[in-house]
């Protein structure tokens, strides 16, 4: 067996801790300017999630090495991917929204995430290198790669929708001092968010086309629960996008059921990952450097 | 204007401190019944002069005469001609005597008194009404003396002092909250209910803010065409009101309406049309929109309490300036009383 075959479960655990690390300090310092009712250092913000996605960078291109392929072997690391490509999004189209306290949000999220993912080690099991079809396949490499960006796209999305949900209590409870004044407006947020739905749909959509392409192939086994729950995932977000569309579901109760979506996509990575063997046996685990 | 008996400036009246709105709006005057609220305290003997100030936020009556008998008086008049008990309005009044009736005036006309510290409109209807009292010819030594000199303490408190500083106005309050909701003003169409002087402020603000979708609904025919003319806008009678509530972002109501002009099943309506929000600004008091329409998630209703309210959080940081604008008033108020206490007493 090639060493390559297994994958230990700790490689590299402590850089994604540090990586957690860096979004919690810019979660921590925007915190602390709201609560002193000041706009924080945008510079500041943003340069500590650079420093955080590119340490967990680091940290993903070392495992991929190791797999020769996109490191989506487990719930560990189906989290970090979602979680950094949330940030890589913030990154891409933060600027272009121009939206106040965005940042704050994303490395909230990113935060919660990524220590959430490093208190369960259980997440982070062995996996067969063999079992999958990274590095050799890559319309499944796409599929799977592409569907994880989409749930870093529907994050960003539940975080515009938080603060669409901040904002309107504040409107609703009269309050007008602090994080009010500095969140942007719910017209504004109503609209990112639609696009926001627009573009995770467009890419997951592309991955589920691949992921069909995969399954009429007939050459790689889907198990029935991960399709059903992908599939119906699916389903919801397009139905989310036309009742939006259609005027039928705006403001919060388009940004609760964006909110509700993710959960559920964040639930959905239970059946992908039960769909990744886990490795019992001792002798396949190897040691790295 | 002695006649051998002892006379007092009094101020009897109710306002935000003492009353909310839903109280207040049951002690709103027509004209009609100012007119009439001005003709019983003429006839009353014992009362040399008197000036009514009547707002959104506060029911005022100055008067200069016996003080038994205004304590009596103004009272009694003001529940008749508005309806209510006289049991109702001594829960919610005040009553103050010599030179705190002169320190309150000036705390009043220097915006320190308001609901939204600071604010500017305040002075105006002060002013307004010193001259409807002084067109009856009701005013006389004492008033003249004590509101020119409110006057000037209401422009010293604005030009010496900062308690105005950041967003003082009904007017600068409305505009904050819709851009909170939604963001560039530019694209938002507003509604302006109502051709009164509140309507005519806000319009030019927003329209100072870049809100070019401008248009108003009222009743008065006369004001109607100024406000064309003025704002080259179109204007729609009260009567379309429900039909097109669904064009607008913003609607600011300031009718002097008794009833209620904007209903649930209208917002309803109106919302079926529309995927934005709705913002109702209703400064009227009565109130012009069924506060029950702000259960529906994409609508928002802020009265003059709540603007009051948003305008005040950030207080605490005036309040030293305040104190040291309201010691200044007190200090003037002292002065004048005792040059006037001879002459009047």
Redesign the interface.
């Known amino acids: 067996m090639n060493v390559l075959d297994t994958m230990p479960m700790l490689p590299h655990r402590e850089v994604f801790g540090v990586a957690a690390l860096c979004y919690l300090l810019a979660f921590g310092f925007g915190l602390r300017s709201l609560w002193m009712h000041r706009r924080y250092s945008r510079p500041v913000m943003v340069g500590l999630m650079v420093v955080g996605w590119v340490v967990q960078s680091w940290a993903m291109t070392q495992r991929g090495a190791l797999v020769s392929g996109c490191p989506l072997g487990n719930l560990f690391e189906l989290f970090q991917f979602v979680i950094w490509s949330l940030v890589l999004l913030y990154f891409l189209v933060g600027p272009a929204f121009r939206m106040s306290l965005l940042g704050f949000f994303a490395a909230a999220l990113a935060a919660l995430l990524g220590v959430v993912s490093l208190l369960v080690p259980a997440w982070d099991h062995a996996y067969r290198v063999t079992d999958r079809y990274f590095g050799t396949e890559p319309l499944v490499e796409a599929h799977a790669s592409l569907a994880v960006f989409s749930y870093g796209v529907f994050g960003l999305l539940a975080m515009v929708s938080c603060m669409y949900f901040i ?2 209590w ?3 409870h ?4 602090g994080i ?2 500095l ?6 947020m109503d609209q990112i968010a639609y696009r926001l739905l627009i573009i995770g749909l467009a890419v997951l959509t592309v991955s589920f086309v691949c992921g069909v392409g995969i399954y009429v192939d007939g050459h790689h086994a889907v198990s029935v629960m991960k399709l059903v729950v992908t599939g119906g995932l699916w389903g919801a977000y397009v139905f989310l996008s036309l009742l939006r569309w259609r ?1 039928i579901y ?4 388009f940004a609760r059921w964006c909110v509700i979506l993710f959960a559920i996509a964040l639930l959905s990575l239970w059946p992908v990952d039960a769909g990744i063997q886990p490795v019992t046996e001792p002798e396949q685990e190897v040691q790295f450097p | 204007m002695n006649n051998g008996n002892h006379h007092e400036l009094v101020v009897f009246g109710l306002s935000h401190h003492t009353a909310p709105l839903a109280m207040r709006e049951r002690f709103s005057l027509t004209p009609e019944k100012m007119d009439a609220v001005y003709q019983q305290l003429s006839r009353k003997v014992g009362i040399e002069e008197v000036l009514v100030l009547a707002t959104c936020n506060r029911l005022e009556v100055y008067g200069v005469g016996e003080p038994d008998k205004l304590a009596v008086a103004l009272p009694d008049i003001l529940a008749a001609e508005t309806g209510q008990g006289r049991a109702a309005i001594q829960e919610v009044s005040y009553f103050k005597r010599k030179a705190d009736s002169v320190e309150h005036l000036f705390r009043v006309a220097s915006g320190l008194d308001s609901q939204i510290v600071g604010e500017t409109e305040i002075f105006g209807q002060v002013k307004q009404a010193y001259r409807d009292s002084l067109e009856r010819s009701l005013t006389g030594k004492v008033l003249n003396t004590v509101f020119q000199k409110s006057f000037h303490q209401g422009k010293w408190a604005r030009s010496q002092t900062s308690i105005g500083r950041g967003n003082v106005s009904v007017s600068t309050v409305a505009v ?2 819709a ?5 560039d003003l530019t694209e938002c169409s507003l509604l302006v209910v109502g051709t009164g002087e509140v309507s005519e402020s806000a319009l030019k603000v927003f329209i100072s803010e870049g809100c070019q979708d401008i248009h108003f609904c009222g009743r008065n025919a006369e004001r109607m065409q100024e406000f064309e003319s003025e704002f080259q806008t179109e204007g729609y009678p009260l009567e379309q009101l429900e039909n097109i509530l669904g064009n607008f972002d913003i609607v600011l109501t300031s009718t002097a309406s008794q009833e209620v002009i904007v209903h649930l099943y209208m917002v309803d309506k109106a919302l079926k049309r529309r ?3 709705l913002f109702f600004i209703d400064v009227a008091v009565p109130r012009d929109v069924n506060p029950v329409c ?1 259960i529906r ?2 609508v ?1 209703i ?1 009265n003059m309490d ?1 603007l009051a ?2 305008a005040n ?2 207080l605490e940081s005036r309040r030293r300036e305040m104190d040291r604008c309201g010691a200044q008033l007190r200090k003037s108020a002292t002065e004048l009383w005792q040059t006037l206490g001879a002459q009047v007493g």
């Open positions: 904002q309107h504040g409107l609703k009269r309050k007008s001092e009010f004044a969140l942007p407006s719910i017209v504004q005027g705006v403001g919060l109760a | 904050d909250l851009s909170r909701i939604f963001g995927s934005r929000p702000g998630n994409q928002f802020y709540d309210g948003v959080e950030n």
